[in-house]
């Protein structure tokens, strides 16, 4: 059985969630993972903010706005005066939980249990509007199944248990429907996978059900070669391997969180990246193929700072490394990009939070130089050392760009640079010309 996530845009509007019910009613058993509405979880998030603010009114007056959005989409979705009125009563009492809390003390904990509504809602609204099209449909409730452990992982003999035993207990379904991003923690409360975490919900569901694969709906055609906001004629890359789909995810693809596709990943299982409005296009296919000596895609992170740390002591000196590296852990700072030489060391980070401490501390093992507002480019493909000439030929790319920092070997999935800020759309597009063109 295949798992299909729709993320916010694509159960956007009335109109969409149509499109959407349309598009998986093809009689094949699936399971469907869905966000809120999009827009609503940031919704969610003022009406908390006001009541943490202690501003009763402006959080009711806030809920009222969002429940009068809803009532219009209620208005559009169904054709019978019945479901209507049923979604209104169903939507009722999750509007109504959301303003019981202005009677109640506000925590972190009464935060989670409003954001959770947004799927809540969504997923009623959806199942709805199926049986109102004669589709059978099944509920499987995220908050009985999707749970996190103490240190905020994914509780995965838990999901695996209780979610096949919700599908045992229904097996002749045609559709399951389930919320993204929501949970429960440890303690038994609602909880969440974090901002965007429905993707990390359906990798999830995906890995305990075993399925065949994932699908993640969206609303541009898979992952891009190169950066649409800086490089014209961008195109979709058909085939990636994990590890390339997670080098991009994490220099900014915006279309997979980084965390998702590990759990697809560990248990096998594809993921593929689809677009709602034009679900024909191929998009991209994830998975542990990748294609022979390719290079794939670029991409860029902003806002990276550079720091070097230069000392006579590391000549042929050992812990000179180590002690470096304490000074970032204690500062809680990670280090993306790092590249050595006999007397010195090049890192960079883009958390700055701490770097006047982190600095200080440095000046005390050598000579510190910084270098802000700084991009790190990074080329992902299949590029095992044996595949002669992929360095040279992405250098060459480069030739009339100044580039501070060089590093690959890390892994036989990347090469990165540092360059410039002001660099960075000439680096683009001069890597999109000698790569792709
Ligand atoms: N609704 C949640 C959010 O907006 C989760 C998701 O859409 O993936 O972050
Ligand atoms: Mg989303």
């Not at 972190?108 to 199926?130: D, R, V």
């Not at 905020?152 to 991003?181: C, H, R, V, W």
């Amino acid at each position: 059985m295949k798992v299909l996530k729709f993320g916010g845009t694509s159960v956007g509007t009335a109109a969409r969630m149509k499109d959407v019910a349309q598009l998986i009613n093809d009689g094949t058993q699936k399971l469907i993972v869905l966000s809120a509405m999009s827009g609503t979880t940031n919704g969610l998030i003022e009406i908390s903010d006001y009541f943490y603010k202690n501003n009763q009114a402006g959080a009711l007056e806030r809920v009222n706005m969002l429940e009068q959005k809803y009532d219009a989409i209620i208005d559009e979705l169904y054709s019978s005066e019945d479901s209507k009125k049923e979604a209104k009563k169903q939507l009722s009492a999750n509007f109504d939980l959301i303003r019981s809390h202005s009677k109640s003390v506000f925590t972190l904990f009464e935060e989670k249990a409003i954001l959770a509504q947004g799927e809540l809602i969504s997923t009623a609204m959806f199942q709805l509007y199926l049986k109102e099209q004669g589709i059978n449909s099944v509920h499987l409730p995220a908050l009985d199944f999707m749970r996190i452990d103490k240190n905020a992982e994914p509780d995965t003999l838990f999901i695996a248990e209780n979610l096949n035993k919700l599908l045992t207990a229904s097996p002749d379904a045609e559709m399951y429907i389930t919320q993204g991003f929501i949970c429960r923690n440890f303690y038994g409360e609602i909880d969440n996978l974090q901002r965007g975490g429905s993707d990390y919900t359906a990798s999830l569901v995906g890995a305990a059900i075993k399925s065949e694969e994932i699908q993640i709906w969206t609303d541009i055609n898979g992952i891009h070669n190169n950066d649409p906001r800086y490089v014209e004629n961008t195109k979709p890359v058909p085939v990636l391997h994990f590890e390339e789909a997670a080098e991009l995810a994490y220099f900014g693809a915006k279309i997979l969180h980084p965390t998702c596709i590990l759990p697809a990943k560990l248990s096998n299982i594809p993921v593929r990246l689809l677009n709602t409005m034009e679900p024909t296009a191929p998009g991209t296919l994830i998975s542990t193929t990748s294609k022979k000596g390719k290079i794939e895609s670029v991409a860029a992170k902003d806002n990276i700072t550079a720091i070097k740390i230069k000392s006579g002591r590391m000549l042929l000196a050992y812990g000179f490394l180590r002690k470096i590296f304490e000074i970032f852990e204690s500062h809680h700072t990670s280090i993306d990009m790092i590249t050595t030489s006999e007397v010195g060391v090049s890192v960079t980070i883009d958390n700055t939070k701490n770097l006047d401490n982190i600095l200080n501390d440095l000046k005390k093992f050598g000579m510190v130089t910084v270098d802000r507002n700084m991009v790190i480019i990074c080329v992902v493909g299949d590029l095992p050392f044996e595949n002669v000439g992929f360095q040279a030929k992405v250098i060459g790319a480069l030739k009339q760009i100044p580039i501070r920092m060089i590093s690959y070997g890390g892994s036989n999935y990347n090469i990165s640079f540092l360059i410039r800020a002001e660099d960075k759309k000439e680096a683009l597009n001069a890597l999109s010309r000698a790569l792709f063109d």
